[in-house]
């Protein structure tokens, strides 16, 4: 099955789950960077799922009941506007190509929409997630309501149509499942560049541009996030990107780094010596987050609810604080109080696909949702120490992570960004080897 039979078939699966009514589902704005420069345009994930379409200005109707229609409004194709910005479909060609029952001019969106919610028991958008699309959409009811003394009514129930496509996305069909792979294999590729190409005195920066190389070389179209590569000291700061600083001889470097492949996220992280041998706390620490990493992604199993592998990972690193005077003992009680938290204050993962934080629920019914075949999440215990009087001064600026991307199976689990080294001799046996 093609990738767009594929989202032919979501279109019709989200249309059963409406019963009736009519969904409106925009892709994403293009946004100015600075004057006559925008950034390069990415699709809205949702519209995405279900279209495939590429080009800005593009929103999907969907209506459902006895006879269900799907209807594709677009740019006209332009010769004059190709010349400056590159091919365009337009209406007549996007039916064709994309499997829409109907196709129109984005500049027919305001005429057209308010005659096709006329009637609908139903509207399912986003409300909220964006306040054009509320005004716009707000304002073709309005043009409705006003017709009642006709006879025509406007929808009475508003639904958030994310509910049931994020429901939909967190099962990953297997066209999905081949690309998410791919992304994985070419991410793995970039992160062993970036060890070869790691020495003290290079920047963090020639890294990341190692990373970068990678992900198209593969080719991804984009980074999935821009990259951390973060030395010593900065290794501690979670979300750290300014990527600007040397690399110093005796430091660690933690790099969180993957590529987006078709729309498909990778997410992976990787920690090792910049001179090329892990010093003796810094291994301490490693191995004790790899341990950690090892019985988490071991948890990940049909029927397993979503906090298992977090608690696996937590016992693991709080008896490895213990064991190393970060933390006094006993293992219980340093779990119940949360002191580990000074060393380990971030969930163990999340869900993984179009976006690097998926979207899916966690909870059901104020319960962890188990764990179910063709759900895709990350595994990534760390451990950050920062400077602290009641911490031997060995550990400080030892910042430590082991991400990796693993989908749920039938019996088990599926590590997709395995390619990536992670054992300790492995790594220092490729640190620098450029």
Not at 3 to 27: C, F, N, V, W
Not at 60 to 73: D, H, Q
Not at 412 to 433: N, Q
């Amino acid at each position: 099955m093609s990738d767009y039979e594929k989202q032919s078939e979501r279109r019709r699966r989200l249309q059963q789950t409406m019963q009736t009514g009519i969904a409106i589902i925009p892709t994403a704005h293009e946004r100015m960077r600075n004057r006559d420069s925008d950034y390069l345009f990415r699709y809205d994930s949702y519209f995405w799922y279900l279209c495939g379409f590429p080009e800005p200005e593009a929103v999907l109707v969907l209506i459902a009941g006895a006879e269900p229609r799907s209807i594709l409004f677009c740019r006209d194709k332009n010769v004059e506007r190709e010349l400056w910005e590159g091919f365009r479909f337009g209406p007549e060609a996007a039916r064709e190509h994309f499997g829409v029952d109907e196709t129109h001019s984005i500049g027919l969106l305001d005429e057209m929409l308010p005659g096709l919610i006329a009637n609908q028991p139903a509207l399912w958008y986003a409300p909220g997630a964006d306040t054009v699309w509320d005004t716009r959409v707000l304002g073709w009811l309005n043009q409705v309501r006003a017709q009642a003394r006709t006879g025509i009514s406007a929808p009475g129930d508003i639904r958030d149509v994310r509910l049931a496509l994020d429901e939909m996305r967190l099962f990953k069909d297997d066209a999905e499942i081949t690309t998410m792979r791919r992304a994985a294999t070419i991410s793995a590729a970039a992160h062993v560049r970036a060890m070869r190409a790691t020495r003290p005195g290079k920047a963090e920066y020639e890294i990341e541009a190692e990373l970068q190389y990678e992900f198209r070389r593969g080719g991804a179209q984009y980074p999935a996030y821009w990259p951390i590569v973060a030395g010593g000291a900065n290794a501690c700061v979670l979300h750290y990107r300014e990527n600007n600083q040397p690399l110093a001889d005796g430091a660690l470097l933690l790099v969180d780094a993957g590529c987006e492949l078709d729309g498909y996220a990778a997410d992976i992280t990787r920690t090792w010596p910049v001179g090329g041998k892990f010093s003796g706390p810094q291994r301490d620490l490693y191995e004790i987050v790899l341990e950690s990493q090892l019985a988490a992604i071991a948890a990940v199993k049909p029927a397993r609810h979503w906090n298992e592998p977090h608690e696996a990972a937590v016992r693991i690193l709080a008896q490895g604080f213990i064991d190393l005077g970060l933390c006094e003992g006993p293992l219980d009680r340093v779990i119940e109080t949360e002191d580990y938290r000074r060393f380990y204050m971030h969930r163990t993962g999340h869900w993984l696909g179009l976006d690097v934080h998926d979207v899916g629920e966690y909870k059901h019914a104020n319960a962890w949702r188990p764990l179910q075949p063709g759900m895709t999440l990350t595994v990534e215990p760390g451990c950050y120490v920062r400077p602290n009087d009641k911490v031997p001064e060995k550990f400080w600026n030892i910042g430590i992570r082991i991400e990796d991307d693993v989908l749920v199976t039938e019996s088990g689990c599926e590590v997709l960004t395995r390619e990536t080294p992670k054992a300790a001799a492995d790594i220092e046996a490729l640190v620098g080897s450029a």
